[in-house]
């Protein structure tokens, strides 16, 4: 009922069509890795699942505006996440790796730093880890985006009012005793420390936030975990949308949080909310995980669209992608697709290869093909309602065999170490269902823009990433 009660609501929207005037709420939405193939796939999967042929569109592709941007950066015609990171928070083309820099090493003025400075509230949120490249770029000026130590402690002096995401990547420096010769040899804090000195309140999971909310000045929210500690890592993100149980941290969670304290705080405000979660399922081809966690952020949209009902003249809803990732191709052999049978999937790759590597550890040689033939028909459907062929079944078994004997071949993606049978089934679902990929990197592929609200006209067309942060801050209220 709420999906219907929205559906009418983003019509009456689309009649209205975007809005003249300025700005005092601008939500800020990039999916990492969000190809426009991305997108179209996770829409013509829903309508493959209600029984039809074509699209259900996800209420950010339904935005008045429409528009295509591109993505080389200042040293590659391929991107990676930091150079475009930077210019989607500044105007500014970098060098690959390089994070809220120019080429010639002076920092960049992000949006984020100059709307604070202009007295507006400022929100940082991601599924990934909240020193990651991406929300990084709206912070952080370093030569090197894997400086994760240094991105975190220009994250507490950043001042930005509320951070969200899964967690610090590095809460210590990796280099200790590099570290401590430029710093004379004393110890360093963590993060989460130096951020506690700043003025920041922890809130692990949602119902904390909720119980810390009222007290706090500025905030970050980050995943729930038994016995989480300040030296704790995790895997960089929260978990994706097809592995993710009730008690899990969730990105329209943050989304919400961010949303509630930062208009609770001040009556502007700027919030930037990463699907970071997208890129690491593209670098994995695995496109079951890449539908769920984009309709994930299509989740998170929808609040910001929320918002935007009961303030239209005055908010900005802006939703685009960094890069591309994977390549991803919608059709790998005939006239055909067959989405649907992407259903058969419960699980990540990831995930599959962690539940793997458990089975072997704990039953080793006792470990049998039986275990593993019920592990693919419970989590991928093989065996039950995605027909297997003898020649598959026998690759699959040949794979196993190598497993048990240590002699496995591993595939290692940008995130990720998997196991060449769990990698080979979930490719093997993926061509059953006609999806193709070039890469398990990122393409210069073009990424769509989608945009509502005020200033949201400007948005259309074919432009470069550049163009879209000082188009945001000629549409922000002074």
């Known amino acids: ?60 592709t339904q935005f008045p505006v429409t528009g295509q941007c591109t993505t080389f950066s200042a040293s590659n015609g391929i991107t990676d996440s930091s150079a475009a990171g930077t210019a989607l928070a500044s105007g500014e083309k970098t060098k690959n790796g390089t994070l809220g820099l120019k080429p010639d090493g002076s920092a960049v003025y992000t949006i984020a730093e100059q709307l604070r400075d202009a007295g507006w509230g400022v929100g940082i949120t991601t599924s990934v880890s909240i020193d990651h490249a991406t929300p990084g770029a709206f912070y952080a000026h370093v030569n090197s985006r894997n400086e994760y130590y240094k991105i975190g402690t220009q994250l507490a002096a950043s001042q930005f009012d509320f951070f969200g995401g899964a967690t610090f ?4 420096p990796k280099k200790l005793e590099e570290w401590k010769k430029e710093n004379g040899d004393m ?26 909310k009222d007290a706090a000045q500025k905030m970050i929210l980050i995943q729930e975990h038994e016995g989480l500690t300040d030296d704790y890592k995790g895997e960089g993100k ?24 930062l208009s609770s705080h001040h009556n502007k405000f700027f919030l930037m909310v990463e699907g970071g979660a997208i890129d690491w399922a593209c670098h994995s081809n695995d496109a079951a995980t890449v539908i769920h966690d984009v309709i994930d952020m299509d989740n998170a949209i929808r609040l910001a ?32 697709l067959n989405l649907q049978i992407l259903q058969n999937q419960h699980i990540s790759l990831a995930e599959l290869s962690n539940t793997m590597k458990d089975m072997l550890d704990k039953k080793g040689k006792e470990l049998t093909w039986a275990d593993v033939h019920l592990l693919l028909k419970e989590k991928l459907g093989f065996y039950k309602t995605v027909d297997i062929t003898a020649e598959e079944d026998a690759t699959l078994q040949a794979q196993f065999k190598n497993l048990k004997k240590g002699k496995s071949k591993k595939i290692k993606t940008l995130y990720k170490e998997l196991d060449a049978l769990t990698a080979s089934a979930v490719k093997l679902l993926d061509k059953k269902s006609k999806i193709g990929w070039t890469t398990g990197s990122h393409s210069a592929a073009a990424v769509g823009v989608w945009a509502i609200g005020a200033g949201a006209d400007s948005f259309t067309g074919w432009q470069d990433e550049t163009q879209l942060a000082p188009k945001i801050i000629n549409a922000a209220a002074k």
């Not at 003249?20 to 601008?26: M, S, T």
């Not at 796939?41 to 569109?57: K, S």
């Not at 009902?309 to 991803?328: F, K, N, R, S, Y």
Request: net charge negative.
């Open 187 to 212: 110890e360093p804090e963590s993060l989460y420390e130096i951020c506690r000195k700043a003025g920041y309140t922890f809130a692990r999971g949602y119902t904390d936030y909720q119980n810390k």
């Open 238 to 261: 929260i978990p994706y949308l097809i592995d993710r149980s009730l008690d899990d941290l969730s990105l329209t969670q943050i989304t919400e949080a961010a949303i509630d304290f």
């Open 1 to 60: 009922m709420k999906r219907l009660v929205i559906s009418l609501c983003l019509f009456c929207a689309l009649l209205s069509g975007a809005v003249a005037g300025e700005a005092k709420y601008v939500f800020y939405f990039i999916g990492d890795g969000m190809g426009q193939n991305q997108v179209l796939t996770a829409e013509m999967y829903l309508a493959e699942l209600q029984g039809r042929i074509g699209v259900q569109p996800l209420c950010f």
């Open 305 to 336: 669209f929320e918002f935007y009902l009961q303030h239209p003249d005055e908010t900005l809803i802006v939703v685009t992608a960094d890069h591309e990732t994977g390549g991803m191709a919608l059709g790998n052999s005939d006239y055909t």
């Open 169 to 172: 990547y590095q809460p210590f």
